[in-house]
């Protein structure tokens, strides 16, 4: 296009938006990707077939709007779920993160305020600036972890309008105690969304913030179908909360915003949930395995209730980071000091990592 080049300070953009960098991860061509969370399991071949079915049917009525209420979808979410809910309780968007936006839309914006305990998912900051609201961020212990006094305190003296608790965090793994969660619910006035994204991943012993959903109308509960269904290429996420809670959401979505092919993948990889979360046992195995070994290569792998292991001890994270990409595997530098971040993949892909690093730890 011709003209005068015009740079992205030129245009009257919010200022808030200023000096921002978009969310993003390295992207390359590598044999091992270890990098963004991904389930690196492929969908099994039956429940594709069934997936691709269920489509080509919903491609019949393409020329007309899909459900706007998604109803089929939601109830199909909420017998996933258990714990009592009901399609009334359910929501869903395109990916987890159009569900926090939906949120963020509904109760914060500009003059509000929205909090989480640093380090935690990138995209939170993005997300408030992105609604015009201010980031406040707390603090978490020098092992990422959070207890209900230290918690509550901060929330308290903050006062946000939304508070987001990433559960198990990202990018440290690390479980959330649902007594933290309780405590900053009853410090605040404002919405407590926990995001569950890698919920899946947790042990089968421990009880999900579900479980609190009951009497609580200002408390939500994230959750995504990219990690544990191998999903994130179609772009599914969900919430569980009060029908009032929902009906917020209702006010600022966009008129049929959940295509009825993405409706009708979902609901066919719903149908087969036994199938696809079975790779979950063979990512956490995975997942332990890495831990295990890295602490005997003398790396300090923090506890992690996801499906990636943050660990430190790392002398040059840039250095090691271009060092594994040089051989064929990418994994994360999140900016933490001496710290990187890797997906717990197949037993293939893990192997091949863990030999890749050791072989860079033997050299001179």
Known sequence: M???STSLSDLPIRDQL??????????????IALNVNEN?????????????????????????????EFVALREAFADYLGHGLTGENMWAANGSNEVLQHILQAFAGAGRTVFGFAPTYSMYPLLASGTGAEWIAGERGHDFTLTPEFAAAQVAEADPDVILLCSPNNPTGTPLPLDVIEAVYDATRGVVIVDEAYGEFAPRDQRSALTLLG???????SRTMSKAFAFAGARVGYLAADPAFVDALRLVRLPYHLSALTQAAALGALRHA?????????IITQRDRIGAT??????????S???????GGVADPAATWRALLERGVLVRDVGLPGTLRVTAGTEEETTTFLDQLASIDSQP
């Open 294 to 303: 890295l602490s005997a290569l003398g790396y300090e792998p923090y506890e």
């Open 2 to 4: 011709g003209g005068v």
């Open 40 to 68: 690196t399991h492929p969908v099994p071949q039956e429940v594709a077939d069934d997936i691709l079915d269920a489509i080509a049917v919903a491609l019949r009525e393409i020329n007309r709007y899909p459900d706007r």
């Open 18 to 31: 200023r000096g921002r960098s978009p969310y993003g991860a390295p992207q390359a061509s590598v044999a």
């Open 215 to 221: 009497d609580r109308p200002r408390l939500a509960v």
């Open 305 to 311: 209730w996801a499906n990636f292991v943050l660990f």
């Open 274 to 282: 036994d199938t696809m979360l079975a790779m979950v046992d063979d």
